[in-house]
């Protein structure tokens, strides 16, 4: 069973069969816009890599494993459910394949949860992929109402919701003629995100949010995937008042909030420090600035994935653990 009542949807599902004919189906080629690019695919992929986790956990969902040539960029073990699924599917890198080995997997479609990862410092530019004849996608959930400006993380220019996350399947399903099977995922995660936001109350609850990093932590900022979280449940975001994607805030600030529960993100790559909900909460029980917050105190800590913590199909599992988690703590009506 995948994670919260995720259904994996397999053949039976709408679509194509898995199995190609040399014949492109009707409605090829599909042409859609990528983050500002337009990106044309010819025919369904039968070679597609998947260079995020958000991206390869959606493809994995619509039962398109037969159909990947490999995937990078793992922040998390792969979602429950999917493991069998995944476990066909080779694995690149667990950060960025080099654009060669990506390449030597003949690939006839490109996705990317990320801006950075088809950009200067991820895999390759898009632009190397569109060259070789690679369609390229981008998930609209990091560009559309999303200023990528400087060497941040981006900020707001517009609240994101689940629609762009369902956006990003429709695209998807679109490219590789599944399209009911899309419906059938964006239903199933609608249904739920429902369920957890009308079972809870959390008007008088503050949360806070942290990535990672303990020397200068990041802290979710008013309008990303926490943001979906927070407003779903009707709580408060400590940091609501900036638009930045994860703003780098001192700890000092983060004492001066004082909120009420401690959203955690509880990550296996390890390219930061405090990466793991256990060293994020060791930190906070020892450090100075930290050790007296009311949720340290109280220890109101709720752990959510890291992709949980993105703007993907996990962002319903956060608003379910959330809730959950005020359940737990009696700060939900």
Known sequence: M?????????????????????KAPPGYPVTLTACGKKTEVPAP?????SLDQGST?????????????????????????LEKENAKVPRLADRYPSLEKVLDEEPDFVSASFLYTVGKGGVADRAKFTDLGVPVYV?????????????????????????????????????FDVRE???????D????????????????????????NSEAPYIAGCCGAPGIITRELGAKNAFADTREEWPQINWETVADRDPDVLVIGDLTRKS?????????????????????????KKKRYVLLSGQALNPTIRTVDGIEQVAAGLRRFGLAK
């Open 272 to 296: 930061q420090s405090a990466e793991s909900a256990r060293q994020k909460i060791k930190f906070l029980e020892s450090n100075p600035a930290t050790k007296n917050l009311t949720a340290v």
């Open 2 to 22: 995948l994670s919260a009542g995720l259904v994996l949807l397999t053949a039976c599902g709408g679509g194509s069969s898995t199995k190609q004919s040399d």
């Open 189 to 212: 995660l609608t249904s739920r995100t429902a369920k957890a936001s009308r079972s809870i109350d959390a008007s008088d609850t503050t949360l806070m949010y942290w990535f990672a």
């Open 45 to 49: 992929p039968r070679r597609a890599v």
């Open 57 to 81: 956990e959606i493809l994995l969902s619509l039962g398109l494993a037969d159909r990947m040539a490999g995937t990078g960029t793992w922040t998390d073990p792969v979602l429950k459910g």
């Open 139 to 175: 998930s609209p959930t990091d560009c559309a109402g999303k200023d990528n400006a400087g060497d941040d993380d981006g900020t707001r220019t517009k609240t994101l919701t689940m629609d762009t996350v369902y956006g990003e399947i429709r695209d998807l399903a679109r490219v």
């Open 181 to 187: 099977r899309g419906e059938d995922l964006i239903a």
